[in-house]
Every structure is written in C-alpha cells, then in structure tokens.
Nanobody, 120 residues
C-alpha cells in the first residue's frame, strides 16, 4: 500500500515563505513525475509545478520565479519552496505522483492536501 503524506501548510503573511513536503511510503519500484497542484475555493484544481524523474522542472506562469520544486529520491520526497507569497496563492495544495508499483505498472497517487493561507 502506497501513501503520500504532506506537511508544511500554514497561515503566512504576504511576502512570506513556506516549504511544503510530500513523502511517499510503502512498497514500490520507483517514482516518475512528482507534481504539486492547488485548489482555491470556487476554482478548479491547477498544476503549480512539476518535476520529472530526471529533475526537469516546469511551473505555472503565476508562480515562476517565486516557487521552486525539488525532490530527494533517497527519501522519496518532493518539496515546494514558496517565496514572496501573495494572497492569491491561498489554496489547498496537493501532492501528485506517478509511482511504479510493479516493474511494468505505474499508478497515480494524491496526497491528502495541506492548507496554505496568505493573509495579513
């Protein structure tokens, strides 16, 4: 059984920083893409940042230059460093990964979500 456990969400003032973490646990062969999504109230879930198994990254235009995604393959963990936070970054942030559960099969997993609130 594979689980994703997220942490790091909090209330922060505009201009502040947070680092989100998402750790995968269980039995599996490896992890492909690791992504962060977010969903604000009344809005659709959107992709914030992506990192491939080769550590190539991609970002939503709204967070470029402020957010950095990284991964530690030894710890099966993906991070999202968020700087210069704005009120419009307020959302529930979800970790999303594609995990090789067998040699040939890959399955998609979601974390439980962590609340990030940017407010003075």
């Amino acid at each position: 059984q594979v689980q994703l456990v997220e942490s790091g969400g909090a209330l922060v003032q505009p201009g502040g920083s947070l680092r989100l973490s998402c750790a995968a646990s269980g039995r599996f062969y490896g992890i492909n893409d690791m992504n962060w999504y977010r969903q604000a109230p009344g809005k659709q879930r959107e992709l914030v940042a992506k990192i491939t198994s080769a550590s190539r990254t991609n970002y939503a235009d709204s967070v470029k230059g402020r957010f950095t995604i990284s991964r530690d393959n030894a710890k099966n963990t993906v991070y999202l460093q968020m700087n210069s936070l704005k009120p419009e970054d307020t959302a529930v942030y979800y970790c999303n990964t594609f995990i090789r559960i067998t040699v040939l099969a890959t399955k998609e997993y979601w974390g439980q979500g962590t609340q990030v609130t940017v407010s003075s």
